[in-house]
């Protein structure tokens, strides 16, 4: 693969990252809660329904983990549009640790939570995210 390839997996790793953010913000509010509330039913599947937001902690950990998403998402464009091009490998290497970390602690929590079906979602986003970041770009 190549920098510019590398530079622009960035941007779809920063899309898959940060779409989740407006997505669990929605969680927040009674009145936009569903998008929230079936993301968070898929990913403790089966589609059963027995997730909810009810409780006004749900929302609240609902907008942290909006908040984070999107910040997470906007640092891989900002490093793709401005760090890049200066350290290329810094770059990827930050990318790999940070999306590494975020699958070892989500998938174990989530393997502890009694919902282990998360944990096979997330090898999902963590290949679609890393994408052909695994490998140093050649030229």
């Known amino acids: 693969m190549s920098h510019a390839f590398h530079k622009f997996w960035l941007k779809i790793t920063a899309i898959v990252v940060g779409i989740g953010g407006p997505v669990f913000f929605l969680g927040t509010m009674e009145a936009t809660v569903e998008p929230a509330r079936v993301t968070l039913d898929i990913l403790s599947w089966p589609l059963d329904g027995a997730t909810t937001y009810a409780h ?5 950990l609902s907008a942290l983990t909006g908040g984070f998403l999107l910040g ?11 760090v890049y091009d200066a350290a290329p490998e810094g770059v990827r290497k ?6 590494l970390s975020w699958f070892v602690l989500d998938s ?32």
């Open 56 to 60: 006004p902690d749900t929302r609240f």
């Open 72 to 82: 997470w998402g906007v640092l891989f464009w900002c490093l793709s549009s401005w």
């Open 94 to 99: 930050a990318a790999l640790v940070s999306l």
């Open 108 to 139: 174990a929590g989530s393997i502890a939570s009694g919902n282990a079906s998360n944990a096979l979602f997330n090898v999902g986003v963590l290949l679609l995210a890393v994408g052909p970041l695994w490998r140093p770009a050649r030229g």
